[in-house]
T-cell receptor, first 114, second 116 residues
Framework: DTGVSQNPRHKITKRGQNVTFRCDPI?????LYWYRQTLGQGPEFLTY????????KSRLLSDRFSAERPKGSFSTLEIQRTEQGDSAMYLC????????????FGPGTRLTVL | AQSVAQPEDQVNVAEGNPLTVKCTYS??????LFWYVQYPNRGLQFLLK??????LVKGSYGFEAEFNKSQTSFHLKKPSALVSDSALYFC??????????????FGAGTRLAVHP
């Protein structure tokens, strides 16, 4: 069990560019979550996958954001036409398929939009 | 609305002294409560959770938390603080509206500083 991994760890981009982040959950975890954390705040829920199905998207996830989880394994989060307000830490978490199960977080991807 | 409050931005404690990091919540129904810790440039590490049962929950690294339903609180405690406990601590509650999964609502975090 190697834990949740995320790549890249840091991304600096110019406003208007597209970026894509990857999350590899703990193997056999079929639940996967994305959260966003801005400076001085706690993480905020973005979206949730049950296997390959995206079952909820937060209102924080504008049309410029898209997430996928092909084959129910790794997940990607893409931001198109980045804005300075997108600068944040993007966190991925995974868990087993029970309501009471603990979410285990990856190290996050820190995005800086110039 | 469902929410979590961590009333202290920062808690300072001397090494060896007991520490308490406060958390109060507002959710409908029975809460599922969690504590996570975040070290610089790292993700969140799970410390402990309360789902049901004994109000005193023991977790990792000597931490424990007490669930108090009447005060809607879930304070994190440790009998003897270490300098290495210095980090950012987050309390979280499951959003009861998240159906069969576990969308978490986080507090803003409390920075714990343990001084030698």
């Amino acid at each position: 069990d190697t834990g949740v991994s995320q790549n890249p760890r840091h991304k600096i981009t110019k406003r208007g560019q597209n970026v894509t982040f990857r999350c590899d959950p703990i193997s056999e975890h079929n639940r996967l979550y994305w959260y966003r954390q801005t400076l001085g705040q706690g993480p905020e829920f973005l979206t949730y996958f049950q296997n390959e199905a995206q079952l909820e998207k937060s209102r924080l996830l504008s049309d410029r954001f898209s997430a996928e989880r092909p084959k129910g394994s790794f997940s990607t989060l893409e931001i198109q036409r980045t804005e300075q307000g997108d600068s944040a830490m993007y966190l991925c978490a995974s868990s087993w398929d029970r309501v009471t199960d603990t979410q285990y977080f990856g190290p996050g991807t820190r995005l800086t939009v110039l | 609305a469902q929410s979590v409050a961590q009333p202290e931005d920062q808690v300072n404690v001397a090494e060896g002294n007991p520490l308490t990091v406060k958390c109060t919540y507002s959710v409908s129904g029975n809460p599922y409560l969690f504590w996570y810790v975040q070290y610089p440039n790292r993700g969140l590490q799970f410390l402990l959770k309360y789902i049901t049962g004994d109000n005193l929950v023991k977790g990792s690294y000597g931490f424990e938390a007490e669930f108090n339903k009447s005060q809607t609180s879930f304070h994190l405690k440790k009998p003897s603080a270490l300098v290495s406990d210095s980090a950012l601590y987050f309390c979280a509650v499951r959003d009861p509206g998240s159906g069969g999964y576990n969308k978490l609502i986080f507090g803003a975090g409390t920075r714990l500083a343990v001084h030698p």
